[in-house]
């Protein structure tokens, strides 16, 4: 895919990483995250049977380094974006799938804000905040601070975000724990707020983590092992897809440590999903 930044060099100290080199200070090398909404993946995800399979694993340190995991979305082949929550904990990096545990470009957010759902729309970083509705602005390239906004009325609060190209214009897809995908402008004003209901027509509530897959949309659904993939045109779950060994596997302290995390790597054509202050990471094919 096109790429839309490139690395600069203001640092001669630098590590080298399969894909691209990271520097002590420099950029991101991104790929149009408008490409999650073309026609270009090689599955079509719209046809699908709520079967997975599991890939590779990477571990990473919860102990010394948790994080409480709330957005999570590749910005090139092997580099991730990552929100972290809860107060006075809450961030937002890049990591590296060779060096999982090395949080680069960490921004820590203040003590007072809850640190939710995250996206790369036009080359800013924004971050959701829960309770206090707030989307803070970053740059792409090095995570430094930009400016806050403030979330629409109509969202009660921040939880998941996400972006799709649609009829040839950009939409903001943010969730606030109900059953609603708010879809807003480029500006985070909401233009339309969609329910999303199951096959039985009962309200898909706690609707978390996005991600937009080629005409699809992935959501966690809070406190569950469960990710369902929505069809928003017709405002109901096409498939459901439950990762019980995977959170048997974490190994929880709390119940609020759930499966939450979904970024799609358009590359291998792969997601890797991850939960709050998990060890791991899982490499998955959704079918």
Not at 53 to 75: E, S
Request: aromatic letters at 12%; proline letters at 1%.
């Amino acid at each position: 895919m096109k790429k839309t930044t490139a690395l600069t060099f203001f640092s001669i100290i630098a590590f080298s990483l399969t894909a691209f080199v990271f520097l002590i200070k420099g950029s991101i090398d991104t790929y149009d995250q408008s490409n999650l909404s073309k026609s270009e993946c090689p599955q079509n995800y719209t046809d699908l049977n709520g079967t997975h399979k599991l890939l590779a694993r990477i571990n990473r340190d919860n102990t010394k380094n948790p994080q409480y995991t709330q957005g999570l979305l590749f910005v090139n082949q092997t580099t991730l974006l990552e929100s972290s929550g809860q107060y006075g904990k809450s961030s937002i990096h890049y990591l590296n799938l060779d060096d999982i545990n090395n949080l680069i470009f960490n921004y820590q957010l203040p003590s007072n804000q809850f640190g939710e759902g995250c996206d790369i729309i036009n080359n800013k970083v924004y971050q959701l905040t829960w309770l206090e509705r707030k989307i803070n602005v970053f740059n792409a390239d090095d995570l430094s601070f930009i400016n806050e906004m403030k979330l629409d009325d109509k969202v009660a609060a921040g939880w998941g975000l996400t972006h799709r190209i649609f009829n040839g214009e950009l939409q903001v897809l943010i969730t606030d724990g109900s059953n609603q995908v708010h879809i807003a402008d480029e500006n985070f004003n909401v233009q339309q707020s969609i329910s999303i209901f199951d096959d039985k027509k009962k309200p898909v509530n706690n609707l978390n983590e996005l991600e937009y897959v080629n005409g699809t949309l992935f959501a966690n659904i809070y406190l569950t092992t469960k990710i369902v993939a929505i069809d928003l045109e017709n405002k109901k779950v096409i498939a459901t897809y439950d990762f019980q060994e995977l959170v048997k596997d974490a190994n929880r302290k709390k119940r609020d440590e759930c499966l939450n995390g979904i970024a799609y790597n358009q590359y291998t054509d792969s997601f890797w999903i991850t939960g709050k202050n998990w060890g791991f990471i899982q490499e998955v094919k959704l079918l």
